[in-house]
């Protein structure tokens, strides 16, 4: 494929929130036989693939401080000019100096200032090709904060657009942006989804008993007081390993408690663009709509309904356990408005995991939940989808048939080889 034998990725972010970059350092290596060079900021660790294949390079650059809020508003301006200057030169230090020439640059956007142009500076520099991931538009993700109206977020979508179109190839996430790419921005861009590389499949019982055992202590504590969650996992101590609040070993069997909770999963940055305001008005309205099927009034002591549960009592619709994965700067905000929702059949956690517990987790869930806007709306389906739970809810079952039957027809490397690859191979050689 290459005259040089290397890549190098490009993140200006947290690689082990990006996991997108890492599927593309993965099969570079593994399927394009290159040596890959990874510029990203550090925090959360990759994925062990990443971090244990010979022919991957992690270059760490010094992440930009978040200024005090103790600082003068007048300043904002000038810490907004400043952020991106600094950035700009630490980059072209690192694509220039500190990795070895590859044959290409990927790299992710957004962010779009100052990483496109640095590495178009660098690509011509280094005689590179320049090859832009595109997941979004920065402009827009800007706007949310300064508003559209914005001086800067014009200049910064004039930047975006015009070294988006110096790029020698490009890919995006979908038709649609495609689309937008093609007909407002003049690019070209080659669609490859966001499928599932070979980690992410539906996780055994036992591997199932293993993650909720490390997760022991996360799940017994509640964000407020105490909750229908945080009852019943009481007696569970923090490091058991023979019973969790969705399964109970006995003797070598593993078996799943029948009146276990159902395990709702959803991702998310915490960050404007993800209304999760959403997910817990479902929340509220799952806790009401079931008192009244059940005939419960507000009176009903939810210790008594608590104490049922734990001795094994199961209802017509179960608990919600909403667990929340992610970092980011709206976290605090929405985890004081959870604990003040007083909610009698639904618990949330919030938490961080490790790349290789992750697709654990979601193998695991009943339910995911994607609440991701971009430019088009967002509401959830509010069919009472938990019905019977957990043994007779065909809803949930028919969903869940249709999402295994979809990723078992596609996955990560069969998508890169046949959309990414030829790209990259063909504006490699051009070069």
């Known amino acids: 494929m290459a005259k040089r034998g290397r890549a190098c990725v490009v993140v200006l972010g947290d690689l082990g929130r990006s996991p997108r970059m890492q599927y593309h350092a993965l099969s570079l290596a593994r399927q ?49 000019l400043l952020k991106p200057i600094i950035q700009f030169i630490m980059l072209l230090w690192f694509l220039c100096i500190k990795v070895p020439p590859p044959d290409a640059f990927i790299v992710q956007n957004p962010p779009s200032v100052p990483t496109l142009v640095a590495v178009k500076w660098a690509s011509s520099l280094r005689q590179s090709a320049f090859i832009v991931d595109w997941h979004n538009f920065g402009y827009t993700l800007l706007g949310l904060s300064l508003g ?36 407002n921005w003049g690019i070209k861009a080659t669609v490859l989804y966001d499928q599932p590389p070979e980690f992410f499949h539906p996780t055994l019982l036992e591997e199932k008993h293993k993650l909720f055992c490390r997760l022991n202590r996360y799940l017994c504590h509640p964000l407020g007081v105490q909750d229908c969650v945080s009852a019943e996992t009481a007696g569970i101590g923090r490091d058991d390993q023979n019973e969790t609040l969705f399964t109970t070993q006995v003797g070598t069997s593993i078996l799943f408690k029948p009146n276990r909770p159902a395990l709702v999963v959803s991702s998310t940055s915490w960050t404007p663009d993800e209304d999760f305001g959403i997910l817990l008005e479902a929340a509220v309205m799952y806790d009401r709509r079931v008192a009244a099927l059940l005939d419960e009034n507000d009176s009903t002591d939810e210790g008594v309904l608590w104490k049922e549960i734990s001795g094994g009592k199961q209802y017509l619709y179960p608990r919600l356990l909403f667990i929340i994965t992610g970092k980011g700067p709206e976290k605090e905000k929405y985890e004081e408005k ?13 938490m961080w995991l490790s790349a290789e517990d992750y697709p654990l987790l979601l193998g695991s869930a009943d339910l995911g939940v994607c609440l991701h806007t971009s430019s088009s709306g967002l509401d959830l389906p509010m069919k009472m989808l938990f019905r019977g739970f957990p043994d007779e809810c065909d809803y949930l079952k028919s969903l869940k048939n249709g999402a295994l039957e979809m990723g078992s027809s596609a996955r990560w490397d069969s998508e890169w080889e046949e959309h990414a690859k030829p790209l990259i191979s063909e504006v490699i050689s051009k070069t």
């Open 32 to 80: 394009a036989s290159l040596k890959v060079d990874i510029v990203a900021y550090g925090g959360s660790e990759p994925h062990s693939a990443v971090l244990e294949n010979e022919s991957i390079h992690i270059h760490t650059m010094i992440q930009w401080p978040k200024h005090s809020h103790s600082l003068p508003k007048i300043l904002d301006p000038l810490m907004l």
């Open 148 to 183: 559209r109206s914005s001086r800067f977020v014009s200049i910064y979508h004039w930047l975006e657009k015009r070294y988006g179109q110096m790029a020698n190839g490009s890919l995006c996430v979908t038709r649609a942006m495609q689309h937008e790419l093609a007909q």
């Open 338 to 350: 959870i604990k003040r929702l007083n909610l009698k059949r639904v618990a949330f956690r919030t």
